[in-house]
């Protein structure tokens, strides 16, 4: 059974950084592909970030510069450092894993974190 745990949320202020974490049990994260996602009430839900399984990365417009996606295959874990973050990276963010080693639509994440609050005050 495939289970994610983010963690690593928090409330910042703008200018300021977190990293999220996301540990995966049930689950191979070098094999496949995994990314992250945020979802704010009343937007749509966004793929900040997505690592595929031979390391290729790519990000939303809206954090390049501002956030690197890693993982760390020894833990198991993925990461998201988030730097010089705005109040409008204000969501719920969810790590997500697919059962592919390239995910290229969103549809393809098949596995899914509780998520985890971020929230940045001006």
């Known amino acids: 059974q495939v289970q994610l745990v983010e963690s690593g949320g928090g409330s910042v202020q703008a200018g300021g950084f977190l990293r999220l974490s996301c540990a995966a049990s049930?689950?191979?994260?070098?094999?496949?592909?995994m990314g992250w996602f945020r979802q704010d009430p009343g937007r749509e839900r966004e793929r900040v970030a997505r690592i595929d399984s031979d390391g290729y990365r790519t990000y939303a417009d809206s954090v390049k510069g501002r956030f690197t996606i890693s993982r760390d295959n020894a833990k198991n874990t993925l990461y998201l450092q988030m730097n010089s973050l705005k109040p409008e990276d204000t969501a719920m963010y969810y790590c997500?894993?697919?059962?592919?080693?390239?995910?290229?639509?969103?549809?393809?994440?098949?596995?899914w974190g509780q998520g985890a609050q971020v929230t940045v005050s001006s």
């Open positions: 049930g689950y191979t994260a070098s094999r496949y592909c």
């Open positions: 997500a894993a697919g059962a592919r080693a390239t995910c290229n639509s969103d549809s393809q994440y098949s596995y």
